[in-house]
């Protein structure tokens, strides 16, 4: 049996982007019978850059509200949060102490958030070890990767041989295996092609939230940026069109159908036609499901007990295997 670890940041309410990029796939996963499913609310993560105690509840929150909604099972899948499981935060020492400071330097999340902020912390330089930690400390087989973290899965993986090697044992740190899912579009800003979909960006019409309505799905799309040619013919003209590639993206995510066949569906036609079928699929997918997150919302002791229910569950299997590594570098 697989187990697959998966975290998401408690960065407040999720958007499109994360929906397609990574609950569904995961919710997807936690269905096979053949696999072991554990998450986690990775709100340590998240202290990186969010001081705010209350936005970091209310984020913790919201994350835990979204995946529940779209049906993630947290009876038979492990879903805790993370700074609820001491142990992670020392194995991140003892990997820190492992770990090649050299790398750690070359790791490109680090440099691009140093590149953007005035001030640095060594949390930010460091945040490949925890996810290390967290990946290691749970014998997890495979994590389901994103182009942003295959260079921390590296890390890992290194990480796991050398702590191995450093202490003759082998095979004692699982060495996790990156798991490749199924290619789901890259989703960008409603206003901008080339940037990401982001929660960090200031403006709310760049992204569909989670919560959002079905008014408001509509004006987003409506004012979502496209250009002034036609819909287009094939995929290659699509180069030079980031916007509608990534309208186009979207549509074939949700419709769970390739790319070539939204375009021959749209070939030649109008934008306002395009925006009119696509604004109606992503209400028939989110809507339902906004509601249920606000339900969930304005019950945060449910939310409270199902965290804890998991964070138990999960201190057992981190408990168990601190007290072996412990043991293996004569700390017992």
Known sequence: MARILTGIQSTGTPHLGNLLGAIIPAIELSKDQKNESL????????????????????????????????????????????????????????????????????????KDKSDRLSEVNTGLFTYPVLMAADILLYDASHVPVGDDQKQHLELCRDIAQKFNNDFGASDFLKVPEPLIQKEFSRIMSLKDGVKKMSKSDPSDLSRINLTDNKEEIVNKIKKAK????????DT?????????????????????????????????????????????????????????????????????????KGSEKADKIASKKMREIKELISFY
């Open 226 to 233: 496209t250009d002034p040619l036609p819909m287009p013919n």
């Open 236 to 308: 290659e003209s699509l180069r030079e069109r980031p916007e509608a590639e990534n309208l186009l993206g979207i549509y074939s995510s949700l419709k769970n159908q390739n790319l070539e066949k939204s375009i021959s569906e749209f070939e030649g036609k109008n934008f306002s036609e395009f925006k009119e079928k696509l604004s109606n699929i992503l209400i028939s997918k989110i809507e339902p499901i906004s509601k249920e997150i606000k339900k969930l919302l304005s019950d945060e002791s449910y939310l409270d007990q199902v965290l804890l």
């Open 39 to 110: 998450f986690f609310i990775a709100d340590l993560h998240s202290f990186t850059t969010i001081r705010d105690a209350k936005q970091l509840k209310e984020n913790t929150y919201a994350t835990s509200a979204a995946w529940i909604a779209f049906g993630f099972d947290t009876e038979k899948n492990l879903f805790y949060r993370q700074s609820d499981v001491a142990q992670v935060c020392e194995l991140t020492w003892y990997l820190n102490c492992i770990a090649p400071y050299q790398r750690l330097q070359l790791a490109h999340s680090f």
